[in-house]
């Protein structure tokens, strides 16, 4: 019992030192950070507190790797931790997978969640635990809402080259007797886990705000697109109109023109008739008649030929403008399915909302919880007044007695004032017996003070309860403040889902540009993903790459920068979610957004 109380104590020690430290330094956390270590050497001695030897042939084996395990059957989003770990070839050992498992979950956010997990199944924890193991135990509960606290640390932590097998796990309390030295009282626990908690929630809030946010501008620009290809499309049946209207008169005028050229053709022959007639009178005359209608026949060829031709023109267009017709609709489709994306993400939002829901039902369930210990500590402070009371009255009785026995001795001092010489023995008496009741009397004063001084600590710490209550109820409003945001986000969720089901009736009759996913793609085809064993030096400040300058990519340029110069993060079309990009790439991409937007 006294082992998980002490566990308990640092474990929370641990992660106030490391919640603290990392505040006051504002970016994210190596795995040199020494309150980092120091957190996961506890965790570690939280987890091995109560394991059951198991024994194999090599011999006894003792490792909190098993119960870890188990995360991935009843969590499926765990199988991405267990995998990377089954694939370092480094670790050899069980003690180096379970450390390694629990850097990758507190890098993921999740430590908590997957440990929470294995509390509600203590049935499967049973196998490798103790019935009084701290994990076993209401211990274990308090251990997992404290470490929620820590989804506000960021940590960036490289298990290559690490030597996680052969780590002493010692405890170092340097830091934390420091800062027992320079704070003069310590806060109750449970409520710094009720303000880290708040803390996460306030931190979710604002994660479902700028994505909501995020939405809502995308939402914006599909409808300015799809605005302006509903003007494209008018324009282009418009187009299409004018060109089929076109189509049409030079049919009719090529009607005309072939029956201008048949009833031409007739006249002719009905002259030709006539001067067959008139060819014997006088050939010559003939002769020069028929060069000019061979001469015209020539001519109105030649005019058909051109019409022809023109004909042939007029159905390459046609044909052309199907083609784009059929271009436009794959586009339609394509944009229909990042739709289905967008569709996706809301269900995401809408799993996260969930999990709110739950943690502040957890809140509130704490909260009730310190209320009756409010209550415990009332009925505690009434007990301590009631004993003050009787205290009171003691001494009053004991004032009394002093004061007769003072009148008393006075009354014998004037008695005995002639009998001096006969009676010095019996003043020497009563001198000591008034010694006595002075050494009594100063006791009594003296627990008088002392039960003064308990008073004023009772009344303080009535006080502190008061206040305490006073801030439970901040909290209670504030919760509840939250239920109403949530209520709203849930509204604008689904007002934000109409909207979406009513772009995609409009994007269906709709056609999109092809020059923006052009664009996309030239990015994506320009730029080539550089090597790690190519770059030894950074590409914009050329530092030299060290253990603490490491290599990270530019998820648009594909070339490898420090982490100073690519601390920016940005959304791109080739990734649902904000990533890393260069200082260079995130000037132009602002620009860029800045100029599509005006």
Known sequence: MEERANLMNMMKLSIKTLIQSALSLGRTLDSDFPPLQQFFVVLEHCLKHGLKVKKTFIGQNKSFFGPLELVEKLCPEASDIATSVKNLPELKTAVGRGRAWLYLA?????LADYLKVLL????????????DA?????????IVGLLVGLNVIDANLCLKGEDLDSQVGVIDFSLYLKETQDSDGQQDGGITAVLDQKHYVEELNRHLSCTVA???????????????LQEELAAATDRIGSLQEEQQQLKQQNELIRERSEKSVEVTKEDTKVELDTYKQSRQGLDEMYSDVWKQLKEEKKIRLELEKELELQIGMKTEMEIAMKLLEKDTHEKQDTLVALRQQLEEVKAINLQMFHKSQNAECSLQQKTEAISSFEG?????????KQMEERLQHAEKARQGAEERCNKMKQELAGRL??????????????????????SEKEQRQTLQRELHQEKDTTTLLKTELQQMEGLKKELRKLQDEKQHLEKVCEEQEQALQEMGLHLSQSKLKMEDIKEVNKALKGHTWQKDDEATHCKQCDKEFSISRRKHHCRNCGDIFCNTCSSNELALPSYPKPVRVCDTCHTLLLQRCSSNSS
């Open 214 to 228: 995020d939405l809502q501008n995308k939402i914006d620009c599909l409808e300015k697109t799809n605005s302006k």
């Open 120 to 131: 509600d199944h203590k049935h499967l924890l049973s196998e490798f635990y103790e019935p």
């Open 380 to 388: 505690k402070a009434n007990e301590m007044m009631s004993s003050m």
């Open 421 to 442: 010489d006969t009676c010095r023995q019996q003043i020497s008496q009563l001198d000591s017996k008034c010694s006595t009741l002075e050494k009594e009397l100063k």
């Open 134 to 142: 701290l994990m076993m135990e209401e211990e274990g509960a308090v």
């Open 106 to 110: 507190l890098m993921q956010k999740k």
